[in-house]
């Protein structure tokens, strides 16, 4: 596997260990996170939303993930931007998150 490839499902698998508190399933498998970007100097750029605009979750979610990326080896840097724009449903959930939460 290539280097690039083998740290970014790193940053997925780490990614999977985020919960939103209200919702028994992780933001990567919700279709939450919209793009992860490593530079070659090491810095992370992820693009996520919400479920909702004024998730009261909003601050433990970017701490949760700037956190558990932050200590990846070959990670420098975490910047977090949250985006509505296309704005999240349903069906950006993974197959498993639908089953998971009763949607097929």
């Given at each position: ?6 740290k ?24 939450l996170i919209?793009k992860?970007?490593?530079?070659d100097?090491?810095?992370?750029s992820?693009?996520?939303t ?15 993930v700037?956190?558990k990326?932050?200590?990846l ?7 977090v931007?949250?985006?509505?724009d ?19």
């Amino acid at each position: 596997m290539n280097e690039f490839l083998e740290k970014e499902a790193q940053i997925v698998k780490v990614l999977k260990t985020v919960f939103d508190p209200e919702i028994p399933v992780n933001i990567y498998d919700l279709g939450l996170i919209y793009k992860i970007d490593l530079a070659d100097d090491g810095h992370l750029s992820i693009d996520m939303t919400l479920t909702a605009p004024g998730c009261p979750a909003v601050d433990f979610l970017v701490e949760d993930v700037r956190m558990k990326t932050e200590g990846l080896q070959g990670v420098s840097g975490v910047d977090v931007n949250i985006v509505y724009d296309p704005p999240w449903d349903k069906s950006m959930m993974s197959e498993e998150a639908q089953l998971e939460l009763g949607f097929l």
